[in-house]
């Protein structure tokens, strides 16, 4: 069943204080047009281009998801993120008068509430979604962080939390369905230790941070002096109560509302795969840097999956595309067309392709005749194709380019291929900036190195 993409109704507006910046901000949520994305956009710097809020665009993470393009920033997106892919909207537009959005009450609570205020909407346009398809693992020796992301008809999440220090502890939560975020998880706030507060001011962030908007664990012990100078700190206008667990004694939302959180600033960095996810999601530990790693895995697993779709995937038979699907991706046909399968595709990075020598070849008639071998600059014109049909995918428009390879460097040939024989391309991309395009390829006969090159190739309209 096909589900239709969603925006809302009609611009909603918040006023606040960014978490880490300190700046003073008005938000705006405004309706988008099917198959746009979330986009962010600052209005307080002239002729400010939309950062999408995709993967590729994040440039810091600091206690926070930052997006950057030409130069402009927007930090601590992920609340808001968590908000608009929680209620499983498609198409925002999220306008900014400064650099972060408000931190609000810490939570993504205040902006689902105004988002809903706005009225969701269907638009005609089908829905996508990455689906899972295979396990996909994460793993951090140095800060113990396990991710890993296996199928699933929906997205679920299972966190795990591991604090030393007995107030928050070792905490865990599941999400068996997006439908549980609003009521579950919405309005777990953002938190931190006590002995975290000072270093964090030192480094610039949380100057929009107070009791208000963050839970404190109370981690050390405090002198009364200490309770004054937290009062400056956070920007408190009463005296600051020591609690049994949390500065100002402030009641806790859940049992477990640390680990909530995190589920939440998870929900908000995934949404920057560009579509929503059907998979299941088991973090250890995990934080904005892991998250938005794992969603880069997430992001060339849907950009495969779209190429997969777009040409008729194969892969259930053990490869991608078939020699029919490549004659279309390539401007060959018999007998130049050189590649019969692609076994594997993730856009921009490598491709594996497969190649059957078979005796009907036709240049085995006039080469070595009695002692047939496959002429060695066909094997390198076979390993270019592989890398044409990935450089040809990793673009737009690609029906109306065509690929010329320019240069060979650190060509060799290793063994002899004859037929028989079954070549198996790999082609990494090492470099691709405005239509160059630098490749390495390896050709392997039963697990054997047969032939390699660097090639260099550029792409251009036809």
Known sequence: MTERQ??????VD?????????????LSFHPAEPNTGIRFRR??????????????????ISRGTVLG????????????LAAIA???????LVELSADEPPVMDGSAAPFVAALKEAGIEEQDATRDYLDVEKTLTYHSEKDAIDIVVVPSSELRITYMIDYTHPSIGTQYTSMYSLAEFVEEFSAARTFCLLSETEQLKNQGLIQGGTLDNAVVFVDRELAPD????????????????????TLDDRPLRFRNEPVRHKTVDLIGDLALVGVPIRGHVLVARGGHSSHVEVARMLRKAYETQSLTRKYGSKSGRGYVFDSQTVEKLLPHTYPMLLVDRILEI????????????????????????????????LIIEAMGQTGGVLLLNSIEDSENKVVYFTGLDNVKFRKTVIPGDQIRFEVVMNLFRRGLCKMRGEAFVDGVLVAEADMTAVVVDK
């Not at 200490?226 to 667990?245: E, M, T």
């Open 6 to 11: 969603k925006t809302i109704s009609k611009r």
């Open 14 to 26: 918040l006023q606040g204080t960014g978490l880490h910046t300190g700046h003073a901000v008005q």
């Open 43 to 60: 209005t307080d710097a002239a002729d400010s281009a939309d950062i999408p809020a995709l993967v590729e665009n994040v440039v810091e």
């Open 69 to 80: 393009k030409n130069g402009l920033k927007v930090f601590t997106v992920e609340h808001v």
């Open 86 to 92: 929680g209620l499983k909207l498609d198409n925002i």
């Open 226 to 245: 200490d309770l004054d100078r937290l009062r400056r700190l956070f920007h408190h206008d009463c005296s600051v109560q020591l609690g049994h667990s």
């Open 346 to 377: 993730t856009p921009l990075e490598r491709v594996v392709g497969l190649k059957n020598v078979t005796r009907n070849e036709p240049y085995f008639n006039g080469h070595f005749p009695g002692h047939p071998v496959m002429p060695g600059v």
